[in-house]
């Protein structure tokens, strides 16, 4: 059975940094595709960053602004969010998805990914 598995979010001070992980079932298939979304209430899930397990090749979106990092370790079968210096408009639930269809790592199509995790809740307040 396919699982992905968030956590590491919190309540963290504006600027400040916070790594979310993604533990992720050994899947039997070689390679997988595992990305970072985002949705805040009212709003649209945003695609955030993904990596690819074949290569380590990343993919990132707009709304990760160059604040945003993504990372894998292998051994550990873990994903991780880096992020740093959250503003106020950053609170949101983050997501990680699965994807073993090898699709290119686009972040602007949720439906590319067919496994999520139930979420982890970041919010940035002082």
């Known amino acids: 059975q396919v699982q992905v598995v968030e956590s590491g979010g919190g309540l963290v001070q504006p600027g400040s940094s916070l790594r979310l992980s993604c533990v992720h079932s050994?899947?039997?298939?070689?390679?997988?595709?595992i990305a970072w979304f985002r949705q805040a209430p009212g709003k649209e899930r945003e695609g955030l960053a993904c990596?690819?397990?074949?290569?380590?090749?990343?993919n990132y979106g707009s709304s990760a602004n160059g604040r945003f990092t993504v990372s894998r370790d292998s051994a550990k079968n873990t994903v991780y969010l880096h992020m740093n210096s959250l503003k106020p408009d950053d609170p949101a639930v983050y997501y990680c998805?699965?994807?073993?269809?090898?699709?290119?790592?686009?972040?602007?199509?949720?439906?590319?990914?067919?496994?999520w995790g139930q979420g982890t809740q970041v919010t940035v307040s002082s």
């Open positions: 990596i690819r397990s074949r290569d380590g090749a990343t």
């Open positions: 998805a699965a994807d073993l269809r090898l699709l290119p790592c686009r972040l602007n199509r949720p439906n590319d990914y067919d496994y």
């Open positions: 050994a899947f039997t298939w070689t390679h997988f595709n």
